[in-house]
């Protein structure tokens, strides 16, 4: 499978099922163009059909030079021996091996909080309280589920546990309390806690941001961006504007992590559509770590993001993509999480298929210790796996995520973008499909084209590599 598109002036040659990237000229580009529909998917390398260069030599006629049309064909046929053009898919064909295969629980998301200070107009969370009732983690229920994980990751080694609400830090002392706990079992057990963090900022004093930076690998500060968009979106309970609280905090936090992980995470909805002007507020603050996430509402909800809304957000991304090259070439650049991407290696074969695995390798626990495929599935009993007391119990939940796959998904199986999104959010597919195995379309456009804006800021750097 090809995918061809050009971003910021530079064309791109994709073929999917290797992994190939290729930064083409006109000439390759019209090439590979003309004999991707006779040619489709090698099933081995072999040599081009006459048919496929007659066509090639046909369509190129006049607007090339015949010396060049004939090297560009040993080109393309170089690229199909090294298998890097026109390559069979061969992850579809251990799909079933894979499907059987056994997976361990490595990650736990804890719901620490059911309880939170800001009153964001588009939490799906609703303030915290997850469509049921206030409530704080004890630290027998934190322990307990650390306990399940030891016990149920087999012989992984690394584990991880992100501490989540509502707002986590509402309930600070038994976050330390597992964290200690966490540490205490690791040696005995083999294991080694990666613990995160993610919180809306208002609590944060030097305390907690030291705890931090000993024991979290990782956190994640909430902020949507400019102070008049963050305040709309995120005001505190009593109706105020949160921006001018927690953004000295956050530059201080931010600055006091050395060589751990942070990311600045906002939320962007049909209010700011110009996002791109959010992330790069984020920049000039002097955050070098984010990510901007478009808002996932129903039609109905003002907030939600609309198909009519889409030109200006692909647009938007656009924008981003080439100031985020323009920026890394002055010295000044930024790390924005939608544009990371790997090209020499990426994602493991498990990760490509089907993504995060929630519900199998990745569960959210309550305060009350109840068991649920991810975060955003909380409080719907449908989807209740058992608890830190019974341990799973709906282990057919747990089933039919396991074959939630990239070839499962009738709108996955011949995306380009499958092996990067991996088949989107299982979350979002059943919010708007009620199925796991259906896509949210408005975010699988996205989803494209920040996936070629990745790529475009990749053949950037290559390129500007070449040339010192």
Same mark, same amino acid.
């Given at each position: ?7 910021n002036?530079?064309a ?6 290797s992994?190939?990237v ?8 019209d090439?590979v163009?003309?004999? %991707?529909?006779?040619v489709?998917?090698?099933e081995?390398p072999?040599?081009l059909? %006459? ?5 090639v030599?046909?369509?190129?006629a ?11 064909i040993?080109?393309m ?12 898919d061969?992850?579809r ?13 490595k ?10 200070n800001l ?6 969370a ?6 049921? *009732? ?12 650390l ?6 990751s ?10 989540f $609400?509502?707002?986590? /830090?509402?309930?600070w002392?038994?976050? @330390?309390?597992?964290?200690a ?5 690791? %040696?005995?057990?083999?294991?080694r806690?990666?613990? /995160?963090?993610? /919180?809306?900022g208002l609590?944060?004093?030097?305390e907690?941001?030291?705890?931090c ?13 400019? *102070? ?5 979106? *995120?005001?505190t ?20 992590r050395?060589d ?9 909805? +049909?209010?700011?559509?110009?996002f791109?002007?959010?992330?790069l ?7 070098e ?10 039609p %109905? ?17 656009? !924008? ?11 010295? *000044?650049g ?7 991407i790997?090209? @020499?290696? $990426?994602?493991?074969?498990a990760k490509?298929?089907s993504?995060?695995?929630?519900? /199998?390798?990745?569960?959210a626990v309550?305060?009350?210790?109840d068991?649920y ?8 009993? +449908?989807y ?12 057919d !939940?747990?089933?039919e995520f396991?074959?939630?796959n990239?070839?499962? @998904?009738?709108k996955?199986?011949?995306c380009?973008a499958?092996?990067y999104?991996? $088949?989107?959010?299982a979350?979002n ?7 796991l ?29 070449a040339?010192?």
């Amino acid at each position: 499978m090809i995918h061809q598109f050009v971003n910021n002036g530079i064309a791109i040659v994709m073929d999917v099922n290797s992994g190939s990237v290729h930064v083409a000229d006109p000439l390759f580009y019209d090439a590979v163009e003309l004999a %991707e529909p006779i040619v489709g998917e090698l099933e081995k390398p072999e040599p081009l059909s %006459e048919a496929a260069k007659a066509v090639v030599r046909t369509g190129l006629a006049g607007k090339y030079p015949q010396e060049d049309i004939e090297e560009i064909i040993v080109t393309m046929q170089e690229l199909i021996d090294a298998e890097e053009l026109f390559t069979k898919d061969n992850y579809r064909l251990f799909i079933e091996n894979f499907k059987a295969r056994k997976t361990v629980v490595k990650a736990l998301c804890l719901h620490i909080a059911h309880d939170c200070n800001l009153a964001c107009r588009y939490c799906f969370a609703e303030e915290g309280e997850y469509h049921g *009732r206030r409530a704080l983690m004890s630290y027998e229920v934190g322990k307990k589920a650390l306990d399940f994980l030891i016990a149920n990751s087999g012989s992984r080694r690394n584990l991880e546990v992100d501490f989540f $609400g509502g707002e986590p /830090t509402m309930n600070w002392e038994v976050v @330390k309390q597992l964290v200690a706990y966490g540490r205490s079992e690791e %040696e005995a057990h083999n294991k080694r806690f990666r613990f /995160t963090l993610t /919180t809306n900022g208002l609590l944060l004093n030097d305390e907690i941001m030291d705890f931090c930076n000993r024991e979290m690998a990782n956190v994640v500060l909430s902020l949507d961006g400019r *102070r008049e968009v963050n305040d709309r979106m *995120r005001p505190t309970r009593n109706g105020k504007g949160s921006y001018d609280i927690i953004v000295p905090k956050f530059q201080k936090f931010a600055k006091s992590r050395g060589d751990k992980d942070y990311y600045i995470r906002g939320t962007f909805t +049909r209010e700011n559509l110009e996002f791109s002007k959010d992330v790069l507020h984020f920049a000039d603050l002097g955050f070098e770590k984010m990510s901007m996430e478009p808002v996932v509402g129903l039609p %109905e909800e003002p907030y939600a993001i609309r198909e009519e809304d889409l030109p200006k957000i692909l647009e938007q991304y656009d !924008i981003l993509a080439k100031e985020y090259v323009k920026r890394r070439r002055e010295g *000044r650049g930024f790390i924005f999480f939608h544009f990371q991407i790997d090209l @020499k290696q $990426g994602p493991c074969v498990a990760k490509r298929l089907s993504g995060c695995g929630s519900g /199998t390798e990745y569960l959210a626990v309550t305060p009350w210790g109840d068991f649920y495929p991810c975060h955003q599935f909380v409080g719907d009993e +449908r989807y209740l796996l058992g608890s830190v007391d019974q341990g799973i119990v709906r282990t057919d !939940i747990c089933d039919e995520f396991k074959l939630c796959n990239v070839y499962a @998904k009738p709108k996955c199986r011949d995306c380009f973008a499958r092996f990067y999104c991996s $088949g989107g959010c299982a979350a979002n597919s059943w919010k708007f499909h009620q199925s796991l195995t259906d896509a949210y379309d408005i975010g699988c456009r996205m989803q494209k084209k920040r996936i070629e804006c990745a790529i475009m800021i990749k053949a950037a750097e290559m390129m500007d590599a070449a040339e010192r």
